[in-house]
C-alpha cells in the first residue's frame, strides 16, 4: 500500500506566500519524479512544477520565479513555495508521485487527495 498526502493549502492575500508539503509513504521501493499539478474550477488539471529524484526542475512559464520545488529523498517529500501568489493561482493543487513498490517492475502514478490553494486579490 502506498499513500501521498498533500498538506499547506489554505488562504492568503496576493502577494503572499504558502508551503505546499508532500509525502509519500507505505511499501515503496523507489520514488523518481514527484509533479505538482494545479486545477482551477471548470479547468484541466494543469503541470505546475516537477522535480526528477537526482533534484532537477522545471516549471511552468507561469510560475517560474516564484514557486520554487525542492526535495527530501530521506523523508520521501517535496515541498513547493510559492510566493508572489496572484489570484489566478487559486486551485486544487494536486501532488502525483511516480512510485516502484518492491514486486513491481514498472513505476505507476499515484496521487494525492489534493489541497485547496485560494488566494485573494
Known amino acids: 500500500q502506498v499513500q501521498v498526502v498533500e498538506s499547506g493549502g489554505g488562504l492568503v492575500q496576493a502577494g503572499g506566500s504558502l508551503r505546499l508539503s508532500c509525502a509519500a509513504s507505505?511499501?515503496?521501493?523507489?520514488?523518481?519524479?514527484m509533479e505538482w499539478y494545479r486545477q482551477a474550477p471548470g479547468k484541466q488539471r494543469d503541470l505546475v512544477a516537477r522535480?526528477?529524484?537526482?533534484?532537477?526542475?522545471t516549471y511552468a512559464d507561469s510560475m517560474k520565479g516564484r514557486f520554487t520545488l525542492s526535495r527530501d529523498n530521506t523523508k520521501n517529500t517535496v515541498y513547493l513555495q510559492m510566493n508572489s501568489l496572484k489570484p489566478e493561482d487559486t486551485g486544487v493543487y494536486y501532488c502525483?508521485?511516480?512510485?516502484?513498490?518492491?514486486?513491481?517492475?514498472?513505476?505507476?502514478?499515484?496521487w494525492g487527495q489534493g489541497t485547496q490553494v485560494t488566494v485573494s486579490s
Open positions: 522535480i526528477t529524484r537526482a533534484g532537477t526542475t
Open positions: 507505505g511499501n515503496i521501493f523507489s520514488i523518481n519524479a
Open positions: 502525483n508521485a511516480r512510485i516502484r513498490t518492491p514486486l513491481a517492475p514498472i513505476e505507476s502514478d499515484y
